[in-house]
């Protein structure tokens, strides 16, 4: 179960979605680069670093979700947010949330359903070589699942609120992420795909940092790309493919 903590923040048409595991020395930089009448719903999926306490003395609404896993802070923080518009951004400072300002603007002005982010790292330590790959091969699999031609699966993106919950999604590991698109795509949604820039992260990596975890990932997305094809109560739009 998770629980929200609440301050009376001001009303916000976007909030930005942070899961958060451990994120306290990354939280001051990510925080200060929300967009000014944005809101940060930072997801604490058991931290003991003190990171929940220091995003809310940041401003941040915390939201407590006690089931570990990256799909399980994501969904939480999407169950929580309010905005019509809703923000997903990893916590750890390798992506900049100011960069999702022209995501939510093609949001509003009905050129896509659903932006996603093509991570462009900015060194070599940036993304390692092995978590590139397990992307890469993903990103041809969801095209031979759907036909869409995206190049990156990462957690940088953003969708309007209620469409988003109504694809239902179950996933509550690393395969949150592709179980989106993967349904977005089934419901015709038009999916566009933009280069941000991707920086070392600060601190440890969860989830893709080893050999393990990237491992872990690639089997958790594979077995999304296996779910047959779905269409979301409420239905969806003509599809496109994203831009290149």
């Not at 089931?67 to 309010?82: N, S, V, W, Y």
């Not at 905005?83 to 050129?111: H, K, M, N, T, Y």
């Not at 890469?136 to 993106?157: E, F, K, N, V, W």
Request: hydrophobic share 40%; net charge positive; with cysteine.
């Amino acid at each position: 179960m998770n629980a929200v903590t609440t301050f009376s923040p001001p009303p916000s048409d976007v909030d930005v979605v942070l899961p958060c595991l451990n994120e306290a020395e990354a939280l001051p930089w990510v925080l200060a680069r929300i967009p000014a009448g944005w809101r940060a719903l930072v997801v604490d999926n058991g931290s003991t670093d003190g990171s929940a306490e220091l995003a809310r003395a940041l401003g941040a609404t915390v939201v407590h979700e006690e089931r570990r896993g990256f799909g399980a802070a994501c969904h939480a923080g999407l169950l929580a947010a309010t905005a019509e518009v809703v923000c997903f951004c990893d916590c750890d400072a390798s992506l900049d949330p100011a960069q999702l300002v022209p995501f939510v603007r093609e949001i509003r002005a009905g050129e896509a359903d659903l932006v996603l982010g093509r991570r462009r790292p900015q060194s070599r330590g940036a993304w390692p070589a092995h978590a590139r790959a397990g992307n890469l091969a993903l990103a041809r699999l969801l095209r031979r699942r759907t036909g869409l031609r995206l190049h990156d699966l990462g957690p940088l993106r953003a969708g309007r609120r209620v469409p988003l919950l109504g694809l239902g999604l179950t996933d509550r590991r690393s395969g949150y992420p592709l179980q989106m698109v993967v349904r977005a795509a089934d419901a015709g949604w038009r999916i566009a795909e933009h280069d941000v820039p991707y920086l070392p992260r600060t601190g440890a990596s969860k989830v893709t940092g080893t050999w393990r975890g990237t491992w872990q990932a690639v089997r958790d997305m594979s077995g999304v790309l296996k779910e047959p094809a779905r269409v979301p109560v409420g239905g969806g739009r003509s599809r496109s493919s994203p831009r290149p």
